[in-house]
Each structure stands twice: as structure tokens, then as C-alpha cells.
């Protein structure tokens, strides 16, 4: 029964590191406009500047 | 929300969707001779034919930018859409965003800057489509020294980082606005903008709840399965604490809002939902932590975080948001950011914060006058019609005052400030009490109304079930069923019920063009049984005259086509809005314009020329008269004329009047019935008896209205115990829209300035407003009758509970169970209504 206690642990683990992953992209501001980046993509080239990181310092 | 497909335009559509229909018909071609669409904004090109590599361009801005592109490579934008681009204006010039490089405005004006680069953020009403998506994030390529671009489409917003020393902030505006883009630069931008509130708030509280309640689920659902009979009771205890452990970061953070409100609802005594909802949620851990802690069951976890999920999901879908638009502009949204001073080396433009009393202004056809001033030189005719309701401009002399904010109309004029610009007279109105007070606040909502009661009998309830198991002497039972009662009462659904129905509805509405600031706004609507109307430009178009052509009596003839033509020719020479007025009105695309000899302007009077040999006179009648031509003075009641003489001999007059809004008639019959009408107008009471028609007998109509004076009648109609809602839209409106219960701005195009209001209505749907109250009649129905279903719910739910026997797994599925069955019910019999109302979105424009 060992194994159990192992998979919860698992489990947890993988779950809070979804979570991580959902509390960076919302800081990253990933959430604020969930329209113009489906706008973007309709352009065939990327737009040259690389840095697409979100911007952070807001 | 915004849909990408969204692509209305900026300018009126109708010339583009000609462009289009021409673009058909030429089989494809946009080089067809006629009326060709511009390569660049798609508008049809009339004067000069500017072709290059068979593309047709309307003006020179245009062919400007398609080259600008072309040079740097970015032709790629044409690809985008069709006709992508923005008209450009007249082309400023290049001194002219000067003033942005003083650094104390830059200061107020950056968003960041840490000397090396700065970011900007700007608010651009031009952006419509794919294209300038790509376009205004391309802008690196158009100057170097420009950084990173990013449009942010739903605010119509676009932020850029440029090198501080590279690049000056006058240089970035002006390559913005010579591509078409010209960003909204007003008084009010000089204020930091109040931190816009973010979501992200919102997004990870729910994104707690959510994990939490997921997790539980798993943990629970073995122990509702019967598990834990051959696991043993080692998971059980387990999984007890992991959901009390699971649990804790939603009561605490997801939940944190609820509590806090909770806190000042008793605080200030008044029992509003979220003190159930705090209850509740208390009685679910601390039943919960006694349960695991004593062994006796596994607690309600499960049931709280999904609680506070689905509570915090309806919180989300309530939150509508028309981004793009502003509920909340007062006067200095209306003023410029800069003027023109005249210095002693001449004119220079400064920030409109410098003006002082005293201060030389230069004001051109179609600028604002900044604050209360004097004429000093130049012949005015300001035009009022947004300011103070008066429908016609009116014409100042030297040494004549005048008022903030009237658009000057015709030739430069310089003025002298006699006043600052916030203590002019249209101005100093937001001074008044009913801006300091905030507008009735949310608390007095149909839910906070019902939950009065609501959490008065279940804590009745509740009390009264301990009591009696108590007095049995099974105190634990008693116990039991205390906190059962609250926990089972935890107006999850009830909480529901306004946000699903509401904000269904409230999307319905602003696919209309009816933007709604909130969804308390239907509740408030509803119950509205008075609507006062502003007269210019909310039911009268604000441009647009009518004109027609009256022969005089004794035996005076109607114009004869050729007789058109030269008043028209006539007409066309000036710049005064009557002459357009009649010179559009006469315009014959067929004939060539005549040819005109020795002509004369008199300002104040009329226009006099020779053409084909007759002489043609057009003035008022006292300039005519002077010259010894009588004319009929009949004509003279009917309101603003300008006659019209042919070789000394009057012919009539043309007579100008404001055309009503399409189907207003239609709408005013139907609302006569049910609501007390009233027409408060800043204009004269030329037309009263047109209006008089118009609203019926018993209607008040009140002209010659000052802001101070719509505001006051407001009042006097809320303390006679009216619902007033006021339509209007003006900055003259603006203390009545505040007054009263429901506040309508009427807009011809959406994002230019409006007042401060509560609903933001497209100019096409004040023939609507029967439909729209009706509608939210029918929705705050379904959000009553979603308090039904809840109210069952729980009384099934009660009932069980005060009985002392709630388990987890009861909990569990009542409390999704009534909540999905509210969502369901306030969406579906919401769009039911909207399609009932005719409110569906039936063809997409």
C-alpha cells in the first residue's frame, strides 16, 4: 500500500507545479489580453524582434 | 469583448463598403476608373488620381504610407486585409508635437524610463484590423531607435519602447500620425490614469480554488465510493488532512474578497450576501477541522472549494468589460493636451497645463477653445451644439466672450483667456456636489435585497434547530445541525443567480452597440419610470442639417435646374456651414460647375455673384433688404433661412432644421405610454411645437437649459420618487447623466468622447430604448426567478439538515446541483429574452 502513499505524493507534486506554471504565466501577464496574440499569428512572419517575453515591469 | 473580425471602422463605413461594391463590379481590380477604393484605406478616390504601380490612391497621405512601407520593405501589410489602412488627415506639422519634448510633460506622460529607454503607452482609436496589429508592431522598422511595439487590441491601445537619447517622444508621435495612427493626446492624459484594474488578481484566486477543488475531488471521491471499508482508515485520516490542508489557501486567499466584504457589510450594518457566504464557508472549515481532528468523517473540504470556484467563476463572468471605452471622462478627456500660444516669436504649441489667464490663443477651423476667453481679433462662429445644445453656431465679434469648449468653425481667430481652464463655466460644473458623491453605490442591488431576508431566516433557522436538540439533550446533535444549517444555506446558487443572467444579458446588449458599464445597471434600468431627453445630437443628428427649398408666396417659383446650379456654384465658395449645407443639398455630380464673376462675401450678410449673366444673391434678409430686395416675410418664422435672390428679384428661402434620428416617431409612440417624457434642451424654443408633437401632450419640454439647470431638474423629478434615466450627450448633459439613476450617452461612433454615463449607446439605437427597457425588465425577471429555484433548493436542503443527518456526500452534490441548475436557467431563459426582444445578434455588419 506503500506505492499509494508514493502516487499521492506524485500526484501533489505535479499538480503544484501546474499551478507554478499557471501563477507565473498570469504574472507574466499572459492573461491580460487574450485577444491581439490570436490577432499575431495571422501575420505569416514573426515580427523580427525576438524578444517575446512579456513584458513584466508594469 | 472585441472579436477580430470586428472590423468597424474608424471613419463611416459606408464609403467603404462603396469602395467594396466598385471593387465587385470592376472584376476585382482596384484600377477601375470610377470612384476607385484607395489601395491604402480603401476609400473611394475622387479629385486627383495619384496611381502608382496600379494601385490608386485617394490623397497624398496614403501614398505617403504605401511607400514609407514600400521603402522599408513591410508591403507584407497589404496582404493583411483589404484596404487596411487608416485615412491619414491633413498632414501636421513637423513643430507641432513639440511641446511633448518638454520634460516635465514627458514625465507625465511615460510609463517608465530609466534614461535609457522609455515606454509609452498610448491610446489609439484607429486601430481596426489584423493589419495595424502587425503594422504599429513593426514600427522599429519604419525609425530606428524605436524598440519593442505592443498593441494591446481590446483597449485599442499600443505601448512602445524607444531609446531616450535616440529618438525624441515629438518624433514617435509624428511618425504615428503621419501613418494614420494618430493617438488620443487630451487634458486628461496629463493625469496619471488610475491603475486600471488588472485581472490577475481575479485569475489566480480562481486558479486556487480550482486546484484545490480538483485535487479534494480526488481524495474524496474513494471515500463516497465506500472505499475506505477495505483500505483501511489510514486514508481516510489522510486524505481528511490533505483536503483540510488543500482547503486552507481558499479560505483564505481565494475566498479573501468575501470575508473582506463580509467584514464591512457588518460593519456598516447592512446584511448583504457575502455575510451568508462568510458564514457558510466559517462553518464548513471549522466543521470540517472538528471532523478530521476528532476522527469522526472526512469534513466538507470538497464542498468549500468548489464553492468558492464556482462562486468566483460567476464573480468572473459578471466582470464584462467593454475596454475600449470609458464610463468615466469628464471635461478634460474633451480638451486638447496642447494649444496654440501666441508668443512674441510667434506661435508655438504648449501644453494646454501652461495656459494662463491672460494668454494670446490661436484657434483654426475645428479646434476647441480651451478655457472662457475673449475674441481679439478674427471673425468667430463657434459652434456649440456639443457644449451647450445650441443646434446652429453662432457668430462673435471682436471683444464678444466666449465660452470653453465651442469649436470654432471657419477662419483663425485669436482669443484672450479669461479665465483657467478649470474654473470656466462649462468646466467649473464638475465642481458641483453631485460629482463628489459617489453614485448610488452597488450595495442596493435586487441580491443584496433578497439576502436580507434570506440570512435572517436561516440564521433563525438555525438557532432554532440547536435549540431544540439541545433542549433533547443531544447537545452534539444540536451542534451538528447548527452548522449543517449554515452550510447547507450557503447561498452559493442564490450568489449566481444575478451575475449568469445579468451578464448574459449585458453581452446580448453590447453586441447591440449598447455598452452597459456594469450589470447592476439592467437592475437600475428596470425599474426606471421617467426618461428626460437632451434634444441636439441626442435626438437630432449633431451634423446634418436638413435643407429644402421654400419658393416665397406671390406666385415665387421653385428653382429651375439651372438656377440650382449656380446657387450652388455660389454656395461652394464659402465656408460657412448654411452655404455647404445648401451647396452639398444642390450638388449635381453631372454638371460642371458653373462659372462665377465678381464674387463677394459679406460676413454677416451673404453671398452675391454673377453667373451666366445673372446676378445670384444668397444672404440673410436683413443684408438683402438693405439692398432693396424684399422678401416674403413669412418665411421668416420657420425658423433659420437664407434667401435667395436671381437678377433682384426673391425667389425664397432655404430653410434649415435638425433631422431627427431614423424611427424616433416610431420609438416615442411606444414609450409614451408607460414613461413620463421630458425634453430638456440647451437650444431655443424654435422648435417646441415640433417636439410638442413629437412627445405628446403633457410632456414637459424645457429650452434655454444650462447644466446646472438639467441637473436640478433631475433632482426635482428623484425627489418626487421618479426612476429617471437621462439621454443625452453633450458636455452639458454630463451633471444630469451623473444625477440621475441611469445615465445614456448617446455616441455616433464608438470611442470618441462621451460623458461620464452608465450605459454607452450607439446614435442608432436611441430609437431602441423601448426594446432595451423592456429587455431589462425581462432579465432582472429571470434573475427573481433564479432566486426561486435557489430558495427550493435550500429549503430541501434545510430541511435535511436541520434534521441533524447532512453528510458530506449530500453537501456535495446539492450544492453543484442547485448552482449548475441556476447558470443554466439565467443564461438560457436570458437569451431566450434577448431573442424575444429582438435583440439577437441577427446579421454580424
New interface residues.
Given amino acids: 500500500m506503500l506505492v499509494i502513499f508514493l502516487l499521492i505524493f506524485v500526484s501533489l507534486t505535479l499538480a503544484t507545479v501546474f499551478l507554478c506554471c499557471f501563477f507565473w504565466a498570469v504574472k507574466a501577464g499572459q492573461f491580460e489580453d487574450t485577444c491581439t496574440p490570436s490577432m499575431r499569428i495571422l501575420s505569416e512572419e514573426e515580427p523580427i524582434s525576438t524578444n517575446q517575453t512579456p513584458e513584466r515591469n508594469t | 469583448?472585441?472579436s477580430?473580425l470586428d472590423k468597424r471602422l474608424p471613419e463611416p463605413g459606408l464609403t467603404r463598403a462603396v469602395a467594396g461594391l466598385s471593387r465587385v463590379l470592376g472584376g476585382g481590380s482596384d484600377t477601375v476608373e470610377h470612384a476607385a477604393a484607395c489601395y491604402h484605406c480603401g476609400e473611394p478616390c475622387r479629385e486627383t488620381q495619384l496611381v502608382e504601380d496600379q494601385k490608386s490612391f485617394c490623397c497624398q497621405g496614403c501614398l505617403f504610407v504605401h511607400d514609407l512601407l514600400k521603402e522599408n520593405g513591410m508591403e507584407?501589410f497589404y496582404g493583411?486585409s483589404r484596404h487596411p489602412g487608416v485615412k491619414v488627415k491633413a498632414p501636421k506639422r513637423g513643430n507641432d508635437w513639440a511641446y511633448l519634448d518638454d520634460p516635465e510633460i514627458q514625465n507625465r506622460l511615460l510609463?517608465?524610463s530609466d534614461g535609457r529607454t522609455n515606454r509609452i503607452t498610448f491610446h489609439v482609436p484607429g486601430i481596426h484590423c489584423?493589419a495595424c496589429?502587425?503594422l504599429l508592431?513593426?514600427l522599429?522598422?519604419l525609425l530606428p531607435g524605436i524598440?519593442?511595439s505592443?498593441?494591446?487590441?481590446?483597449?485599442r491601445e499600443l505601448?512602445v519602447r524607444y531609446e531616450a537619447q535616440g529618438i525624441r517622444l515629438s518624433q514617435l508621435v509624428g511618425l504615428l500620425v503621419s501613418i494614420g495612427y494618430e493617438p488620443e493626446l487630451n487634458y486628461a492624459r496629463l493625469d496619471k490614469p488610475p491603475a486600471r484594474a488588472?485581472?490577475?488578481r481575479a485569475?489566480?484566486q480562481i486558479?486556487?480554488a480550482g486546484?484545490a477543488f480538483?485535487?479534494i475531488m480526488?481524495f474524496s471521491l474513494p471515500a463516497y465510493l465506500g472505499m475506505d471499508k477495505f483500505?483501511?482508515p489510514a486514508?481516510k485520516t489522510?486524505f481528511g488532512y490533505?483536503g483540510l490542508v488543500l482547503a486552507a489557501p481558499v479560505l483564505i486567499y481565494s475566498a479573501a474578497d468575501y470575508w473582506r466584504a463580509a467584514g464591512l457589510a457588518l460593519r456598516s450594518r447592512i446584511l448583504t450576501l457575502e455575510v451568508p457566504i462568510a458564514l457558510g464557508l466559517f462553518a464548513l472549515y471549522s466543521r470540517s477541522l472538528f471532523e478530521v481532528i476528532w476522527g469522526r468523517g472526512e469534513g466538507y473540504a470538497d464542498s468549500l472549494a468548489g464553492l468558492v470556484f464556482l462562486l468566483l467563476c460567476g464573480r468572473a463572468f459578471q466582470q464584462v468589460t467593454h475596454e475600449r471605452l470609458a464610463f468615466d471622462r469628464d471635461y478634460k478627456s474633451f480638451f486638447p493636451l496642447s494649444i496654440k500660444r501666441l508668443e512674441e516669436r510667434g506661435e508655438r504649441n504648449v501644453a494646454l497645463s501652461s495656459l494662463e489667464v491672460g494668454d494670446r490663443v490661436v484657434v483654426r477651423n475645428g479646434e476647441l477653445i480651451p478655457a472662457d476667453s475673449r475674441l481679439v481679433s478674427g471673425c468667430g462662429l463657434i459652434d456649440y451644439s456639443f457644449v451647450t445644445g445650441e443646434s446652429e453656431p453662432v457668430e462673435k465679434n471682436p471683444g464678444d466672450y466666449l465660452y470653453a469648449g465651442g469649436q470654432q468653425i471657419g477662419s483663425r481667430i485669436e482669443i484672450q483667456t479669461v479665465k483657467p481652464v478649470s474654473q470656466s463655466y462649462l468646466t467649473s460644473l464638475w465642481n458641483h456636489d453631485a460629482f463628489a458623491k459617489k453614485k448610488r453605490e452597488d450595495l442596493n442591488t435586487l441580491t443584496n435585497r433578497y439576502s436580507r431576508r434570506f440570512t435572517k431566516i436561516v440564521i433563525g433557522i438555525a438557532i432554532t434547530s440547536a435549540l431544540f436538540w439541545m433542549l433533547r439533550g443531544d447537545a452534539s446533535r444540536g451542534f451538528k445541525a447548527f452548522t449543517s444549517v449554515l452550510i447547507v444555506a450557503c447561498p452559493c446558487a442564490l450568489a449566481l443567480a444575478a451575475p449568469f443572467a445579468l451578464g448574459t444579458a449585458q453581452r446580448a446588449l453590447g453586441k447591440k452597440q449598447v455598452y452597459l458599464k456594469n450589470i447592476f445597471v439592467l437592475e437600475r434600468l428596470a425599474e426606471v419610470n421617467a426618461i428626460v431627453f437632451d434634444k441636439t445630437g441626442t435626438l437630432t443628428c449633431s451634423q446634418g442639417l436638413e435643407v429644402r427649398f421654400e419658393p416665397g408666396r406671390f406666385g415665387q417659383q421653385c428653382l429651375s435646374t439651372d438656377e440650382r446650379a449656380w446657387v450652388c456654384a455660389l454656395a461652394a465658395q464659402s465656408t460657412h456651414p448654411h452655404s455647404r449645407q445648401i451647396a452639398t443639398a444642390l450638388s449635381n455630380p453631372t454638371k460642371a460647375p458653373a462659372e462665377i464673376r465678381d464674387f463677394a462675401e459679406v460676413p454677416g450678410g451673404g453671398l452675391k455673384g454673377r453667373i451666366a449673366g445673372h446676378l445670384v444673391q444668397l444672404g440673410s434678409r436683413t443684408w438683402l433688404e438693405r439692398l432693396g430686395i424684399h422678401v416674403d416675410p413669412h418665411q421668416l418664422s420657420q425658423g433659420s433661412t437664407s434667401f435667395v435672390a436671381i437678377d433682384g428679384k426673391p425667389r425664397g428661402a432655404f430653410v434649415f432644421s435638425n433631422a431627427l434620428r431614423p424611427q424616433t416617431e416610431e420609438a416615442f409612440a411606444d414609450l409614451g405610454g408607460r414613461y413620463e417624457l421630458s425634453l430638456l434642451s440647451g437650444d431655443n424654443e424654435r422648435e417646441r411645437s415640433r417636439f410638442l408633437a413629437l412627445f405628446g401632450k403633457g410632456a414637459r419640454l424645457h429650452f434655454n437649459q444650462g447644466p446646472l439647470e438639467k441637473l436640478a431638474f433631475i433632482q426635482k423629478l428623484q425627489e418626487g420618487g421618479k426612476r429617471v434615466m437621462m439621454v443625452g450627450d453633450g458636455l452639458n448633459d454630463s451633471g444630469a447623466l451623473r444625477q440621475s439613476d441611469v445615465g445614456v450617452a448617446v455616441v455616433e461612433r464608438t470611442g470618441v468622447f462621451s460623458p461620464a454615463s452608465d450605459i454607452i449607446l450607439e446614435a442608432g439605437n436611441v430609437a431602441r430604448l423601448e426594446q432595451i427597457l423592456r429587455f431589462a425588465r425581462s432579465s432582472t425577471r429571470v434573475v427573481r426567478a433564479s432566486f426561486g429555484i435557489s430558495a427550493l433548493y435550500n429549503a430541501a436542503g434545510i430541511s435535511i439538515a436541520a434534521a441533524g443527518i447532512l453528510s458530506p456526500l449530500i453537501c456535495a452534490v446539492l450544492m453543484p446541483l442547485s448552482s449548475l441548475t441556476v447558470l443554466l436557467f439565467g443564461c438560457g431563459m436570458t437569451t431566450w429574452a434577448a431573442k424575444r426582444a429582438g435583440l439577437t445578434p441577427a446579421t454580424p455588419s
Fill in positions: 469583448m472585441d477580430v507584407q493583411l510609463d517608465f489584423v496589429v502587425w508592431e513593426n522599429f522598422r524598440g519593442k505592443e498593441v494591446n487590441f481590446p483597449r505601448s488588472t485581472h490577475k485569475w489566480l486558479g486556487v486546484f480538483g485535487n480526488l483500505s483501511g486514508f489522510l490533505l
